[in-house]
Each structure stands twice: as structure tokens, then as C-alpha cells.
């Protein structure tokens, strides 16, 4: 299983990004297995942000919610993170994951950095 990660740059607080994350190396990885998307800030252990599972029932970090909205296309094996009023807090390398139940983490992405500063 590759999953590649698109998406991160910088931007400035309150702005928005959206990254993508293609799942590729198994058919209709998406409509079988949960997806995820994990960060990790600079000195602090990962946590995981969002998790939707095959069914499409999708679970936030505190923090995320009502800013991030998870979201997949099972067609293009695509999963994606729609992250809104950024805050500096936000700043985290962001890794998309791939897995069973609602801490998928069997398989994993490169990462996409997201910086958000002034």
C-alpha cells in the first residue's frame, strides 16, 4: 500500500488548505478499511485529527472540530482534509494513515508540512 500526500505550505492564521492523500497498491482501499490523517508537532508526540471509516462515519480530534472536515473519494481511492480557520497551533507535519477501526495506523504516508505563522 502507497499512500502520497498533497497539499501542506505555508499560510497565514485563520486561512485555509486542503490536502489530499492517493491510495494506491490495493483495489478500493477506501471502501474496505478506515483512513485517517495524524500530525506531529515539532517536540510533541503524534496525535491522530480525523478518521473516517469504510462506512464513511468520520470522528475529530477536539480541536478539529467544526474547522476540518474529513472526506474521502472511493472512486479515486482519495482521501481528503479540509482544514478552515487555521490556527498557529495547527503547524504539524500531517501523515495520512490507513487501517482498521478508528485508529488506522497499519499503513502511512510520507507527510505534508503545514505551517501556519504570520
Known amino acids: 500500500v502507497q499512500l502520497v500526500e498533497s497539499g501542506g505550505g505555508l499560510v497565514q492564521p485563520g486561512e485555509s488548505l486542503k490536502l489530499s492523500c492517493t491510495a494506491s497498491g490495493l483495489q478500493s482501499i477506501l471502501s474496505t478499511y478506515s483512513a485517517g490523517w495524524y500530525r506531529q508537532a515539532p517536540g510533541k508526540q503524534s496525535e491522530l485529527v480525523a478518521v473516517i471509516r469504510a462506512s464513511g462515519t468520520t470522528k475529530y480530534m477536539d480541536s478539529a472540530k467544526g474547522r476540518f472536515t474529513i472526506s474521502k473519494d472511493t472512486v479515486k481511492d482519495t482521501l481528503y482534509l479540509e482544514m478552515n480557520n487555521l490556527e498557529v497551533e495547527d503547524t504539524a507535519v500531517y501523515y495520512c494513515?490507513?487501517?482498521?477501526?478508528?485508529?488506522?495506523?497499519?499503513?502511512w504516508g510520507q507527510g505534508t508540512h503545514v505551517t501556519v505563522s504570520t
Open positions: 494513515t490507513v487501517g482498521n477501526g478508528l485508529t488506522p495506523s497499519e499503513y
